[in-house]
């Protein structure tokens, strides 16, 4: 029988590619260019066919005729039919159409025979192959790697099985099967374990699993793990962890999740006080003394019971998690200070509004809740926490962000996943650092306080600089890394700056693969231009490569769009510009591929915006006056249009011209804001004073149906009615007044 294929891999690429990679337009033209020729020749032949025809007849009626012979004129020969003459753009068009439709079709095969090898339990590794020939190679070099490696371990799995939780007990005691040289830490993760329930045995040693997809991955390759370095036991991997937030955020539920998933002491403030308040000691009774006088005790007093109690037995061995303090940046600091500092600082987050909605809840408060209180309270917290995030960033870098909109699980298991992260790195960390390998700077904690500067950075930089030595060699990505201070690793003062977890371990475990950087990276740089002196470039007038379009554009979406003077790139000595800066980091990543973009040969029509200093010139003033005043007049007069109102005493049209005068001046954009102001403020009583005879005809309504249904009009209700009735009274007398004596004092009396 013939073997079954181990692994098949599926290289993809974009259709877009495929049709720049196969089509041939110089085989196209060429087809174009025969196609034209033989049909220039065809068409030749017939006319020198038609030709001898005219002759051999004109021959024959001489003969017949005689002297009797008149020449008939010549017919003036019709013009060639171009309707079935081929063409250049339809024949280039049907020839991408046809790449597109193979590709379709191989495509919805390929998906088939894949679904298929996966019915077969086949791995199907899938690979981008729209990069060079030697990046695919590295990718699937890469790719197969792991699949190779597992087909050594063949023989070995057969030598490993797992145990159930009932036999993990009688293992131990057994004298046949030993404890492995990792103890009770998982070989897969280096984590400790917390419960014995996924064990597994190979070659006559006991190994312990965090969970069963770390007991499935052993399992596989028992031989790697065997054989991995163990966890420096001299390492102290027992958790300090603080939870923070503002109330109502679910901080008691995620303490006690944590503490106990992780076996944790949690740790709470009140109950601190009272422990020690009932021990009798100097320090119980000057809690109690004070306490007794209603004083509260002052954060030294607090930071020093704090201390003393994460230096009991049971939080040195086991960890703790604190909940709910430090709450103010003073306390944050003095904590430091006495020596308490937290490897994680979990930031619970929440929005007011859904603070606000889970106090409102009636569970446990029988007296009601002031929302002003709570608002003033909530507002509070949020000050002083984003004080204290901003602290231990700025000094340790552990704040971790919890949303608490989401269910307690969700809280949970991201707390754990962060937790265990950190673990992981101090455990790596400490053993590369005891074999002089390459060291994560995150464990070593050589941040701005203890010792991390800018200069010792710069001073040990390798010719990568802050590029991510993976992302190139796999990728030929210039990936800057220097604001990603997690990720740095250090060997021998010599800093590497990776992209990503997953990128670091590459680096750590094929450090010759990566470390040496090609002596001309630096060529195929493209530098990032300044804001400020791209500006004074755009002003100088200097010339970009593409005529300033986008390169990424073309590439991309095969878009012609024009690039940004402030978004700028320097690449080879020549200048290009981008859309936006989205643009300019696709272009610093992978300079290579954009410097391939062309323009087209029909570049589209750019609408050049005149400048109003030359329609001001222009002897012509409508254009201006359009540009400059057309959206301010049209608005106007809409304002007019849909409202269609009418002041008293005075006619619609009337009306109109002093609301559209009105609505001129408030919205001058020359105004100042009082005089935008005091203009908006007019306009909004002239149009009160329009809607006024309403009012009181509604009002006066309102009145008669409730002497009809006998109900009772109120004194409050006929006095804002006589009112109203005063203040239209007032007006229209003002209004008699002033169009009998001088219409003109109060035009400009209400206009300015």
Not at 1 to 8: A, D, G, Q, W
Not at 17 to 38: A, F, G, S, T
Not at 141 to 166: F, M, S, T
Not at 241 to 263: D, F, H, M, N, Q
């Amino acid at each position: 029988t013939r073997r079954t294929t181990e692994v098949i891999v599926n290289l993809k690429i974009n259709k877009r590619r495929v049709v720049e990679r196969l089509y041939n337009d110089e085989e196209i033209k060429n087809k174009y260019n025969k196609l034209m020729e033989d049909r220039k020749k065809a068409h030749e032949e017939a006319k020198e066919k038609r030709k001898k025809e005219r002759e051999e007849e004109k021959k024959k009626k001489m003969e017949e005729m005689g002297e009797n012979y008149v020449e008939e004129p010549i017919e003036e020969e019709e013009p060639e039919d171009t309707s079935e003459a081929p063409d250049l753009a339809k024949m280039q068009q049907e020839a991408k159409d046809a790449l597109n439709a193979r590709f379709d079709a191989d495509a919805e095969l390929i998906n088939d025979l894949v679904s298929k090898f996966k019915e077969k339990r086949i791995e199907v590794v899938e690979i981008s192959s729209d990069g060079t020939i030697e990046n695919t190679h590295k990718k699937i070099k890469h790719n197969l790697q792991k699949v190779l490696e597992e087909r050594e371990y063949l023989y070995e799995r057969a030598l490993a099985y797992p145990i159930d939780p009932p036999e993990v007990p009688f293992h131990e005691k057994s004298y046949v099967i030993e404890q492995s040289k990792f103890g009770k830490f998982s070989p897969v993760s280096l984590l400790p374990c917390k419960t014995l329930d996924y064990a597994a045995v190979y070659r006559g040693r006991l190994y312990y699993m965090l969970n069963a997809e770390e007991r499935e991955e052993f399992l596989k390759r028992p031989v790697e793990y065997a054989q991995k370095d163990t966890v420096p036991l001299e390492i102290s991997y027992t958790s300090k962890c603080v939870v923070i937030g503002p109330p109502k955020t679910g901080k008691t539920s995620l303490c006690k999740r944590i503490a106990s998933t992780e076996g944790l002491v949690y740790l709470k403030l009140a109950q601190i006080v009272k422990d020690f308040s009932d021990i009798d000691c100097v320090l119980g009774d000057t809690i109690k003394k004070r306490l007794r006088e209603g004083q509260e005790l002052s954060d030294e007093q607090i930071i020093m019971l704090l201390k003393k109690r994460v230096q009991m037995k049971d939080c040195v061995e086991n960890g703790w998690i604190l909940e709910n303090y430090p709450k103010t940046l003073q306390q944050a600091q003095l904590l430091i200070q006495y020596g308490i500092s937290p490897d994680i600082v979990f930031s619970v987050q929440l929005s007011v509004e859904e603070q606000l909605k889970r106090f409102s809840s009636p569970k446990g408060y029988k007296f009601g809740l002031d929302k002003r209180i709570l608002s003033a309270r909530v507002a509070s917290f949020a000050s002083e926490i984003g004080k204290i995030e901003a602290f231990f960033t700025m000094q340790f870098d552990n704040i971790r962000k919890i949303d608490s909109s989401k269910s307690e699980w969700f809280m949970e298991d991201t707390a754990l996943s962060q937790l265990h992260q950190l673990i992981k790195i101090k455990q790596t960390s400490a053993r590369n650092y005891q074999k002089g390998l390459l060291t994560p700077v995150y464990l070593l904690k050589l941040d701005a306080k203890e010792g991390l500067k800018k200069s010792l950075i710069s001073e040990g930089l390798t010719k990568w600089h802050t590029l991510c030595p993976v992302c190139y060699r796999h990728e030929r990505k210039h990936v800057s890394c220097k604001r990603k201070k997690e990720f740095v690793l250090e060997k021998e003062q010599k800093f590497y700056f990776t992209c990503g977890e997953e990128h670091m371990e590459m680096l750590i475990n094929s450090y010759k693969n990566f470390a040496q950087a090609p002596a001309n990276i630096w060529d195929s740089m493209a530098i990032r231009i300044p804001m400020a002196i791209a500006a004074e470039k755009a002003q100088e007038g200097i010339h970009y490569l593409l005529d300033g379009y986008c390169p990424v554009s073309l590439l991309d979406s095969g878009k012609v769009e024009k690039g940004n003077p402030l978004c700028a790139l320097k690449y080879k000595n020549m200048m290009y510009s981008f859309k936006n800066h989205s643009a300019t980091n696709k272009m610093l990543e992978t300079p290579h591929k954009y410097e391939t973009a062309k323009l087209p040969a029909k570049l589209p029509v750019v609408k050049e915006k005149v400048k109003l200093a030359t329609l001001a010139k222009s002897p012509n003033s409508i254009p201006f006056l359009e540009e400059t005043l057309g959206q301010l007049i049209t608005n106007g007069l809409l304002e007019i249009g849909n409202n269609r109102h009418k002041y008293p005493k005075l006619s619609i049209k009337e009306t109109g011209l002093k609301l559209f005068a009105l609505y001129l001046k408030a919205h001058n954009p020359n105004n100042t804001g009082y005089m935008s102001k005091k203009y908006k403020e007019k306009m909004r009583n002239f149009v009160e004073d329009c809607e006024l005879p309403t009012k009181i005809y509604h009002e006066t309504m309102k009145k008669g149906q409730a002497y009809k249904k006998s109900l009772k009009w109120e004194e409050f209700e006929e006095a804002h009615l006589n009112g109203l009735w005063d203040k239209y009274g007032n007006l229209t007398a003002q209004i008699e007044k002033e169009k009998t004596t001088n219409f003109a004092s109060y035009f400009h009396q209400r206009l300015y």
